[in-house]
């Protein structure tokens, strides 16, 4: 599936390339302005699994800032839709950019640029439980809660 840039008020999100990802899990320049605190140890994690599991591509965007570019955080989803329609997304951002909005911005770009695609029919995300911020940012963009499994709240939308 071809991922277009997506953008928001403040907010660019960028295509990641497997070139990219592969750069910045070797610590390497990756052609890209990183911000304060990106990546972090879970962003490299997240990164190495999509490298590892997601194919020739990365699945995912790096989340930048519209006014200079620097990548403060990143967002995907993990695979793509199964044979129910259902797709689960994943994001996170650097430390010092949360609490400014910009979560909401780029998973509400996400969400929606997922949500359009004619074979989805349920978007799902897991929250660490205890994430409360996180949590009820996808309760405002239409997720509701199922349920809790290895200690993460699950919780969906349907398209």
Known sequence: MPRPELRSERLVLVRQTRE????????????LLLA?????????????????HGGPEAA?????????????????????????GRVEIGYGLAAPWRGRGYGTEA???????VAAQPAVRVVEASVEVGNE??????ERLGFTLTGERDRHWHLVRPT
């Open 36 to 52: 304060e605190g990106y990546p972090h140890a879970d962003t490299l994690d997240g990164l190495r699994l999509g490298v590892e």
């Open 107 to 113: 998973v509400t770009a996400l969400v929606d640029w």
């Open 20 to 31: 990219a990802v592969l750069a910045l899990l070797s610590g390497e320049d990756c052609g």
């Open 60 to 84: 995912g965007w790096f989340v930048t800032l519209a006014e200079d570019g620097r990548v403060i955080g990143d967002c995907g989803t993990h695979g793509w839709v199964d044979d129910e």
């Open 133 to 138: 911020t996180s949590r009820r940012l996808l």
